[in-house]
């Protein structure tokens, strides 16, 4: 049995077939940008400019170095001396999911010879947190055994002056606001959970406050730098600073895969600063302009990244004089190696519970 349709029906039906077939298509091969696009809206981006990956296992293999290291300058006697540490090159893995991340790295033998720069004992707390509108960094350096090299000595026949008693605890805090956070990702440089495929910039703005001591058994600027200042018999100073910052981050995406991403930040604080010495005790108050500077690098896809990462922050003693410095280097170099996984089962189960609790 058969049935026969009229004409001008079976003319509609034509047409709908015709518009209904690729809009089938449209949606089978372009639904991840659909579904891209509507998070997008949820939580308020610009997916023209850089899409997030938040849903997906965040995985990382790296390379990272940490320091913290101190500079005295004096114009006025003429000395400039670096304490650097001796820390380690460190292996580890790392993942990311949601706003959650956790990394493990360990400072290898094979990764870190003997040379002769002497034994640093520290714990390096480096927390660099970005989110969709704000950056929080925050540290925690205590560190223990310094060396100073000959260019800061002035000695040709001294390779390291080790300084094992020396030691520089610093906690500190800075919280930034992303102006431009609709088109500009922290993420996608930084932590590779997101992907910028547009170049674009941003104003930061915030507060910060850093607070510690720089103690040791004997003169902190020894008799071969300055012997005047030896004199003083300086043994520790402690600091305590408070303040605003501002600066521009700008990413430039290079055919929609390759970046560069640099972010710089001065702060105006306030600070007081005691000094220890053999008269008793010096205290000096004044503004305090610290700078905090960040550049990332790399090739970044919707599956695997590779990314170069250089965060440095300098905090600058309110020594009160122009002629005397007094700074805190503390950065971070790593380079990573990132996949992403998508997520299914008992795994997406336990991580949305450690994301939420």
Same mark, same amino acid.
């Given at each position: 049995? /058969?049935?026969?349709?009229?004409?001008?029906?079976?003319?509609? !039906?034509?047409?709908?077939?015709? %518009? %209904?077939?690729?809009?089938?298509?449209?949606?089978?091969? +372009?639904?991840?940008?659909?579904?891209? !696009?509507? /998070?997008?809206?949820?939580? &308020?981006?610009?997916?023209?400019?850089?899409?997030?990956?938040?849903? !997906? %296992?965040?995985?990382?293999?790296?390379?990272?170095?940490?320091?913290?290291?101190?500079?005295?300058?004096?114009?006025?006697?003429?000395?400039?001396?670096?304490?650097?540490?001796?820390?380690?090159?460190?292996?580890?893995?790392? @993942?990311?999911?949601?706003?959650?991340?956790?990394?493990?790295?360990?400072?290898?033998?094979?990764?870190?010879?003997?040379?002769?720069?002497?034994?640093?004992?520290?714990?390096?707390?480096?927390?660099?947190?970005?989110?969709?509108?704000?950056?929080?960094?925050?540290?925690?350096?205590?560190?223990?055994?310094?060396?100073?090299?000959?260019?800061?000595?002035?000695?040709?026949?001294?390779?390291?002056?080790?300084?094992?008693?020396?030691?520089?605890?610093?906690?500190? @805090?800075?919280?930034?606001?992303?102006?431009?956070?609709?088109?500009?990702?922290?993420?996608?440089?930084?932590?590779?959970?997101?992907?910028? &495929?547009?170049?674009? #910039?941003?104003?930061?703005?915030?507060?910060?406050?850093?607070?510690?001591?720089?103690?040791?058994?004997?003169?902190?600027?020894?008799?071969?730098?300055?012997?005047?200042?030896?004199?003083?018999?300086?043994?520790?100073?402690?600091?305590?600073?408070?303040?605003?910052? @501002?600066?521009?981050?700008?990413?430039?995406?290079?055919? &929609?895969?390759?970046?560069?991403?640099?972010?710089?930040?001065?702060?105006?604080?306030?600070?007081?600063?005691?000094?220890?010495?053999?008269?008793?005790?010096?205290?000096?108050?004044?503004?305090?302009?610290?700078?905090?500077?960040?550049?990332?690098?790399?090739?970044?896809?919707?599956?695997?990244?590779?990314?170069?990462? /250089?965060?440095?922050?300098?905090?600058?003693? @309110?020594? +009160?004089?122009?002629?005397?410095?007094?700074? %805190?280097?503390? +950065?971070?170099?790593?380079?990573?190696?990132? /996949?992403?996984?998508?997520?299914?089962?008992?795994?997406?189960?336990?991580?949305?519970?450690?994301?939420? #609790?």
């Amino acid at each position: 049995m /058969y049935f026969f349709l009229p004409a001008t029906l079976t003319r509609y !039906m034509k047409l709908l077939f015709c %518009l %209904l077939l690729p809009m089938t298509f449209c949606v089978g091969t +372009g639904y991840s940008q659909v579904r891209e !696009m509507v /998070y997008a809206q949820v939580l &308020k981006y610009d997916s023209t400019y850089y899409v997030s990956y938040e849903k !997906m %296992l965040t995985s990382r293999f790296y390379f990272s170095k940490k320091y913290t290291s101190l500079k005295f300058r004096d114009f006025g006697e003429n000395y400039n001396l670096t304490y650097r540490p001796n820390t380690t090159l460190n292996m580890g893995v790392g @993942a990311t999911y949601k706003s959650f991340t956790l990394n493990l790295a360990y400072g290898f033998g094979f990764l870190n010879p003997e040379r002769g720069q002497g034994d640093t004992k520290y714990l390096d707390l480096q927390f660099h947190t970005y989110t969709r509108r704000f950056v929080i960094d925050m540290f925690g350096q205590f560190y223990r055994g310094f060396f100073l090299t000959h260019n800061s000595t002035n000695s040709p026949n001294i390779d390291y002056y080790l300084r094992p008693d020396l030691s520089v605890n610093q906690i500190g @805090a800075s919280v930034q606001y992303i102006l431009n956070h609709r088109k500009f990702s922290y993420r996608a440089s930084f932590l590779q959970s997101e992907w910028q &495929k547009k170049s674009a #910039g941003t104003f930061i703005f915030g507060l910060e406050a850093y607070g510690g001591k720089i103690e040791a058994d004997s003169t902190i600027i020894p008799t071969l730098v300055n012997n005047e200042e030896a004199k003083r018999n300086i043994t520790e100073l402690r600091f305590f600073e408070f303040g605003p910052n @501002a600066g521009y981050a700008y990413t430039l995406v290079i055919k &929609k895969h390759f970046f560069i991403t640099a972010s710089a930040s001065i702060s105006l604080d306030f600070g007081q600063n005691t000094v220890f010495d053999q008269s008793g005790t010096v205290k000096s108050s004044g503004m305090s302009p610290n700078s905090f500077f960040r550049v990332f690098g790399g090739y970044n896809s919707s599956k695997w990244a590779v990314s170069v990462i /250089y965060v440095t922050n300098s905090v600058r003693l @309110a020594t +009160g004089s122009f002629d005397r410095r007094t700074i %805190l280097n503390t +950065g971070n170099f790593r380079l990573n190696y990132v /996949y992403r996984f998508e997520l299914r089962g008992k795994m997406k189960r336990f991580l949305e519970k450690v994301e939420e #609790g």
